[in-house]
């Protein structure tokens, strides 16, 4: 069986601290929410060089985000931002924009480009032409069935990123939810997207995080994970965006675990400890409805399933 | 001169909107366009349409801009194929991959980037020009010095939504409806609706239109019936500037509203800009805005009763 590789994502220096990272592969470092989110990997750039020298002796695969809508005006940053991440050595650039992409093409592809949740990846058609602009590898739409998924690989001709665990990137604004004022007059900005928050309304329940919207309940794939490796899925992300340190460090431990379990040729079952950590560290409950073809907010599965009414 | 494209979510409103002075026509396909298969068309009234489109000397586009499933490609190009051997020849699109086949199998279509693209930058229009697109859509909030850029570098026609539903997040870049619910639903031609999907099958069900409590991690409530930020779009102010600017397509959405209000705006829309054009030095805006109050509110008493319908339908099927 191929290898894998469990990616967890980092926004800033402040979610590095104290994460172990022991469990991951890979890293993608930097919010491609806000701009303004403090420390921001993907626009404090002379912090890059050190960031990602220090995580590639320690043997993880490194990747940087890029700004997941940038108008004209953010266009110079994102410019720069692709010359620090390639010059600091990191392996590829996660992209969320096609005009972002062009820019990468335009600079001669000095590195990979990875299609982030947020560039609406749906058919191998479009992976295809992303392709001839240097992506090598495609996060598809949330929406994305496991079965479109396996074709999206198989015919498109790349490496697909499969989220395993975490809260489901369901929307960008450029209006940040937090804020009653400017940004730039506001108090407390950048300092309210360092806090959680929830939107809840009816039956429902969202993570805001100022400019994103997430899923209230988890995405969870743990019991699914022979399925995954079965269908040929190699590549698993942990969000870990505007999480705890805890939620990433014993997350990842619980995956870890789970992916060696289940790459080994033993039998695969979920144990009790791992349910443990998830539950401890979902607020909502589980989901992972849309990659069988049903509402984000469901669950599908015979072990975790119990989840509390509100989503 | 600009274009004046409007909605036709049935072929009554294909007349009025052309009888009202629209230059061009949009129609979704089936279960293809970003809207609920209700303000769709089956491909006979399609062809139907187009006929008296060109009689009156005008363009149908037709819709295909929801994202697809890759099995579902095949199903779009044999329907563009019998849409294009019918006389018609402009597109909308979103998806990349269905842009390229598309523009690679029938070179004769026009493709136009859908709002659904997202387009925010002078780069992204161009990429979507390099996919096959001969005109892309402005995302809803761009500024004029964006658009300024996009003529000048990307080579490629702008289309600019003058009277739109807007969204709070990027639109086109949201999946809290189908979130909260979705359902696959396969129609005779093997196309799945995506019901509660606006990127995949046009239904949205707007939850983000409802009040929301906003809460801490500890549970505390930190704000009640919070709306989140989203304005109704209208840019009849900047309609002048867009026509300095040289926008090709002024675009008005209301596929769901009724055909006597959408002929309505049309009307309002085709008199200011041939007033604007006619005289632009002496055009005085004052007059239009007035006129302008009652379309609206006519409109949002339109929009709110579909709003709450829609929240209250997302809601049964949980």
């Given at each position: 069986?191929?290898?894998?590789?469990?990616?967890?994502s980092?926004?800033?220096p402040r979610?590095?601290?104290?994460?172990?990272?022991?469990?991951?592969?890979?890293?993608?470092?930097?919010?491609?929410?806000?701009?303004?989110?403090?420390?921001n990997f993907?626009?404090?750039?002379?912090?890059?060089?050190?960031?990602?020298?220090?995580?590639?002796?320690a043997?993880?695969?490194?990747y940087?985000?890029?700004?997941?809508?940038?108008r004209g005006?953010?266009?110079?940053?994102?410019?720069?931002?692709?010359?620090?991440?390639?010059?600091?050595?990191?392996?590829?650039?996660e992209?969320?924009n096609?005009?972002?992409?062009r820019?990468?093409?335009?600079?001669?592809?000095?590195?990979?480009?990875?299609?982030?949740?947020?560039?609406?990846?749906?058919?191998?058609?479009?992976a295809?032409?992303?392709?001839?602009?240097?992506?090598?590898?495609?996060r598809?739409n949330?929406?994305?069935?496991?079965?479109?998924?396996?074709?999206?690989?198989?015919e498109g001709g790349?490496?697909?990123?499969?989220?395993?665990?975490?809260?489901?990137?369901?929307?960008?604004?450029e209006?940040?939810?937090?804020l009653?004022?400017?940004?730039e007059?506001?108090?407390?900005?950048?300092?309210?997207?360092?806090?959680?928050?929830?939107?809840?309304?009816?039956q429902?329940?969202?993570?805001?995080?100022?400019?994103?919207?997430?899923?209230?309940?988890?995405?969870c794939?743990?019991?699914?994970?022979?399925?995954?490796?079965?269908?040929?899925?190699?590549?698993?992300?942990?969000?870990g965006?505007?999480?705890?340190?805890?939620?990433?460090?014993?997350?990842?431990?619980?995956?870890?675990?789970?992916?060696?379990?289940?790459?080994?040729?033993?039998?695969?079952?979920i144990?009790?400890e791992?349910?443990?950590v998830?539950?401890?560290?979902?607020?909502?409950?589980f989901?992972?409805?849309?990659?069988f073809?049903?509402?984000g907010?469901?669950?599908v599965g015979?072990v975790?399933?119990?989840?509390?009414?509100?989503? | 001169?600009?274009?004046?494209?409007a909605?036709?979510?049935?072929?009554?409103?294909?007349?009025?909107?052309?009888?009202?002075?629209?230059d061009?026509?949009?129609?979704?396909?089936?279960?293809?366009?970003?809207?609920r298969?209700?303000?769709?068309?089956d491909?006979?009234?399609?062809?139907?349409?187009?006929s008296?489109a060109?009689?009156?000397?005008?363009?149908l586009?037709?819709?295909?801009?929801?994202?697809?499933?890759s099995?579902?490609?095949?199903?779009?190009l044999?329907?563009?194929e019998?849409?294009?051997?019918?006389?018609?020849?402009?597109?909308i699109l979103?998806?990349?991959?269905?842009?390229?086949a598309?523009s690679?199998?029938?070179?004769?279509?026009?493709?136009?980037?859908?709002?659904?693209?997202?387009?925010?930058?002078?780069?992204?229009?161009?990429?979507?020009k390099?996919?096959?697109?001969?005109?892309?859509?402005?995302?809803?909030?761009?500024?004029?010095e964006?658009m300024?850029?996009?003529?000048?570098?990307?080579g490629?026609?702008?289309?600019?939504?003058?009277?739109?539903?807007t969204?709070?997040?990027?639109?086109?870049?949201?999946?809290?409806?189908s979130?909260?619910?979705?359902?696959?639903?396969?129609?005779?031609?093997?196309?799945?609706?995506?019901?509660?999907?606006?990127?995949?099958?046009?239904?949205?069900?707007?939850?983000?239109?409802?009040?929301w409590?906003?809460?801490?991690?500890d549970g505390?409530?930190?704000?009640?019936?919070?709306v989140l930020?989203?304005?109704?779009y209208?840019?009849?102010?900047?309609?002048?500037?867009?026509?300095?600017?040289?926008v090709?397509?002024?675009?008005?959405?209301?596929?769901?509203?009724?055909?006597?209000?959408?002929?309505?705006?049309?009307?309002?829309?085709?008199?200011l800009?041939?007033a604007?054009?006619?005289d632009r030095?002496?055009?005085?805006m004052?007059?239009?805005?007035?006129?302008?109050?009652?379309?609206?509110s006519a409109?949002?008493?339109?929009?709110?009763?579909?709003?709450?319908?829609?929240?209250?339908?997302?809601?049964?099927?949980?």
């Open positions: 069986m191929a290898a894998t590789e469990l990616i967890a980092l926004a800033s979610e590095r601290e104290a994460t172990d990272l022991g469990p991951y592969d890979a890293v993608c470092l930097g919010s491609p929410y806000c701009r303004r989110v403090r420390g993907a626009e404090e750039l002379p912090r890059l060089p050190e960031t990602v020298a220090g995580l590639r002796a043997g993880k695969n490194v940087v985000t890029s700004p997941a809508a940038p005006r953010d266009l110079p940053h994102v410019e720069r931002l692709i010359d620090a991440v390639a010059a600091a050595g990191a392996q590829a650039l992209v969320h096609m005009g972002v992409l820019i990468l093409r335009e600079k001669g592809n000095p590195l990979p480009a990875h299609m982030g949740a947020f560039a609406n990846v749906y058919t191998h058609l479009t295809q032409v992303l392709r001839e602009y240097g992506v090598a590898r495609v598809p949330a929406e994305v069935s496991l079965q479109e998924m396996e074709i999206l690989s198989r790349v490496e697909v990123e499969v989220l395993v665990h975490g809260k489901i990137p369901l929307g960008v604004t209006r940040c939810s937090l009653t004022e400017g940004e007059a506001s108090p407390s900005c950048p300092s309210a997207c360092e806090e959680t928050h929830w939107l809840t309304t009816r429902w329940v969202l993570k805001t995080v100022g400019k994103g919207i997430l899923s209230g309940r988890d995405m794939m743990l019991e699914h994970l022979p399925r995954l490796l079965s269908a040929g899925f190699t590549v698993f992300k942990v969000e965006l505007h999480e705890t340190a805890a939620y990433r460090s014993e997350i990842g431990r619980v995956y870890r675990e789970a992916l060696d379990l289940a790459t080994s040729g033993k039998p695969y079952e144990r009790p791992w349910a443990d998830l539950r401890r560290h979902s607020r909502e409950g989901c992972n409805g849309y990659y073809g049903k509402s907010r469901f669950y015979a975790l399933q119990e989840s509390k009414p509100k989503v | 001169m600009a274009e004046l494209l909605s036709g979510g049935t072929p009554e409103m294909v007349r009025a909107v052309l009888e009202n002075g629209a061009a026509v949009y129609v979704g396909a089936k279960g293809w366009s970003r809207r298969a209700q303000y769709e068309m491909d006979d009234q399609i062809v139907a349409s187009a008296y060109r009689e009156a000397g005008k363009v586009r037709v819709a295909f801009n929801t994202l697809p499933a099995r579902e490609i095949p199903l779009l044999a329907k563009a019998k849409f294009l051997a019918a006389g018609v020849r402009d597109f979103t998806d990349v991959g269905a842009m390229a598309l690679r199998r029938f070179p004769v279509a026009q493709i136009h980037a859908s709002v659904g693209c997202t387009i925010v930058n002078a780069q992204d229009a161009r990429f979507y390099e996919a096959g697109a001969s005109q892309i859509v402005a995302e809803c909030r761009m500024d004029r964006e300024r850029r996009i003529k000048e570098e990307a490629v026609g702008l289309e600019v939504l003058v009277h739109a539903t969204c709070y997040t990027l639109l086109g870049r949201c999946t809290m409806s979130y909260t619910r979705q359902e696959w639903r396969i129609d005779g031609e093997g196309k799945n609706h995506f019901l509660g999907s606006p990127n995949r099958g046009g239904l949205c069900y707007r939850i983000c239109l409802t009040e409590d906003r809460i801490a991690e505390t409530a930190e704000a009640r019936g919070v930020p989203n304005v109704a209208f840019l009849v102010d900047d309609i002048p500037a867009l026509i300095d600017l040289g090709d397509t002024i675009k008005i959405q209301g596929r769901e509203y009724s055909v006597s209000l959408v002929g309505e705006m049309v009307r309002f829309y085709r008199e800009i041939d604007y054009v006619k030095p002496s055009f005085a004052e007059p239009w805005k007035e006129r302008m109050a009652g379309i609206v409109r949002d008493a339109e929009r709110r009763e579909k709003t709450a319908g829609l929240i209250s339908e997302s809601l049964t099927g949980s």
